[in-house]
């Protein structure tokens, strides 16, 4: 049986800890992939993986390319293609540089990896996972967007940190759009079964909600451009979970149709999913409280917005 193919799209920072991740994990063999002027790089970062191999004893073939030609027949794709975030800007603020890159990457993937599913990771999230759909016409089971395992991560790290736990440990989840109206459910939040309030009082967990919803400009702030080791493995957990068919509940950013409300039908926002062969196979729906679904309706109103943003350009 051949081996699983994975095009990675984009061979920036996390392009090349996406391909050194699922290398050692030996889920496939890699492409990765960018623009003529950077062939050079990708070359080079995918002979070290390959040389990397050897110290770790895995097989994978890791190809440098920026011909979609060599994509073709991909598996997965997943797609960090676009500029980072520099500090002082929004996931928003790229949509302008970002949407002709993805919609250019949607053209390609159509023609050349038509029975792919595809993760994606650019910013601004929900947007670029929206268009990715809208211009390869794919159904929603294969375009999926990278967001809410980073987010919960992010939110369940602050969580332990503060309880002074095994981050192992605890149990949360994170719906909504990928910015600053994500959506981190306390009331969904344990550790080891055990509401999180016997650990931490309910004012550190306002704090560690807002933290989370900044959690990607705090990092930007501190490096000077977005994280890379985190969303790697969000992704690559992702890709795991469909090549192995584990059903993993995982949130990820998928375009709704009745779930959660009528309002949101159309739109990408960060829920939990069943993700297996089929990619996403199922939608689940969790019960609110009413003010978390007012935070939901403010978060997929910010989605909304740059939406119809994007629709105009």
């Not at 770790?56 to 190809?63: E, L, S, V």
């Not at 900044?214 to 977005?226: A, C, H, Q, R, Y």
Request: glycine fraction near 12%; charged fraction near 25%; charge should be negative.
């Amino acid at each position: 049986m051949a081996r699983k193919k994975i095009a990675l799209i984009g061979a920036g920072n996390i392009g090349g800890e996406l391909a050194a991740q699922i290398a050692r994990k030996e889920l496939g063999d890699v492409v990765l992939f960018d623009i003529p002027p950077k062939e050079g790089m990708t070359k080079g970062k995918a002979l070290d993986i390959m040389q990397d191999g050897a110290i770790h004893g895995f097989d994978c073939k890791i190809t440098g390319s920026s011909s979609w030609a060599d994509c073709a027949g991909a598996d997965i794709l997943i797609i960090t293609a676009g500029v980072p975030r520099k500090p002082g800007q929004s996931r928003d603020d790229l949509i302008g540089i970002n949407l002709p890159i993805v919609r250019d990457v949607a053209k390609n993937a159509k023609e050349h990896c038509p029975n792919a599913i595809a993760i994606v990771v650019s910013n601004p999230l929900d947007v670029m996972v929206y268009e990715l759909k809208k211009v390869t016409g794919w159904g929603r089971e294969r375009v999926i967007g990278m967001a809410g395992i980073l987010d919960t991560a992010r939110f369940s790290m602050f969580v332990a940190e503060a309880a002074g736990v095994s981050v192992k440990d605890v149990r949360t989840m994170v719906l909504g759009g990928h910015g600053d109206q994500m959506v981190p459910l306390v009331s969904c939040t344990t550790i080891y079964g055990t509401d999180v309030d016997e650990y931490v009082p309910r004012a550190k967990l306002d704090e560690i909600v807002k933290r989370t919803a900044n959690g990607g400009g705090e990092i930007v702030k501190l490096m000077g451009t977005s994280a890379y080791y985190a969303p790697a493995s969000a992704a690559v957990q992702m890709a795991e979970a469909i090549f192995k068919d584990s059903k993993r509940v995982l949130p990820c950013s998928v375009e709704l149709g009745g779930e959660y409300g009528g309002d949101y039908a159309g739109l990408f926002l960060g829920v939990p999913v069943i993700l297996g062969a089929g990619g996403v196979e199922k939608v689940l729906e969790l019960p609110l409280s009413d003010g978390e679904k007012e935070l939901m309706a403010k978060s997929a109103k910010a989605v909304r917005e740059v939406v119809e943003v994007a629709d105009r350009m």
